[in-house]
T-cell receptor, first 117, second 110 residues
Framework: GAVVSQHPSWVICKSGTSVKIECRSLDFQATTMFWYRQFPKQSLMLMATSNEGSKATYEQGVEKDKFLINHASLTLSTLTVTSAHPEDSSFYIC?????????????FGEGSWLTVV | DAKTTQPTSMDCAEGRAANLPCNHSTISGNEYVYWYRQIHSQGPQYIIHGLKNNETNEMASLIITEDRKSSTLILPHATLRDTAVYYCIVRSFGNEKLTFGTGTRLTIIP
């Protein structure tokens, strides 16, 4: 299957600082990528849809100025958590849609653990 | 997208077939059924998807009822590494999003 890679796999940052997470589609182009957040023992919650060359679309309740998304190329989207606080500590997962004839399958990265101290 | 209903948890003996049901009674004609699984502390892994015909790949088989209101994911010979949360998701071809429910926690027992 298609490969989506996230970096870093885990990061610890101090409260008030910003941290960037990268999401790359390694063997396919992705016009559209998605960012999810998952708290322990909960399901994945969609944060935003990232479209190459245009502004991201955020889900209701997600602060666009806090979670900055940039999708500058067909293989890379980045999520920057600005002014991070301990409550932002979570598992962040990206996914990328592989365009194709059969259902436009979406593939997920390995996830990035963020701990804000 | 149509909502899905899955059992909260299931157990299956190692080496046996694991059959995971999913109800999607409000599915519409252009909506696909997708299955993903999430092993602890990892991103979801794509398993299989289908529209109305049964599908099989190297990981699993997907059986969709004729009225498309339910489906079953079959792992033919479950191993311990198949222990995970399995998500059944219905998504229309033109809809970008995958919306996750609570899934089924499958535990493979030695």
């Amino acid at each position: 299957g298609a490969v989506v890679s996230q970096h870093p796999s885990w990061v610890i940052c101090k409260s008030g600082t910003s941290v960037k997470i990268e999401c790359r589609s390694l063997d396919f182009q992705a016009t559209t990528m998605f960012w999810y957040r998952q708290f322990p023992k909960q399901s994945l919650m969609l944060m935003a849809t990232s479209n190459e060359g245009s502004k991201a679309t955020y889900e209701q309740g997600v602060e666009k100025d806090k979670f900055l998304i940039n999708h500058a190329s067909l293989t890379l989207s980045t999520l920057t958590v600005t002014s991070a606080h301990p409550e932002d500590s979570s598992f962040y997962i990206c996914s990328a849609r592989q365009d194709g004839a059969s259902g436009n399958t979406i593939y997920f990265g390995e996830g990035s653990w963020l701990t804000v101290v | 997208d149509a909502k899905t209903t899955q059992p909260t948890s299931m157990d299956c003996a190692e080496g046996r077939a694991a059959n995971l049901p999913c109800n999607h009674s409000t599915i519409s004609g252009n909506e696909y059924v997708y299955w993903y699984r999430q092993i602890h502390s990892q991103g979801p892994q794509y398993i299989i998807h289908g529209l109305k015909n049964n599908e099989t790949n190297e990981m699993a088989s997907l059986i969709i009822t004729e009225d498309r209101k339910s489906s079953t994911l079959i792992l033919p010979h479950a191993t311990l590494r198949d222990t995970a949360v399995y998500y059944c998701i219905v998504r229309s071809f033109g809809n970008e999003k995958l919306t996750f429910g609570t899934g089924t926690r499958l535990t493979i027992i030695p």
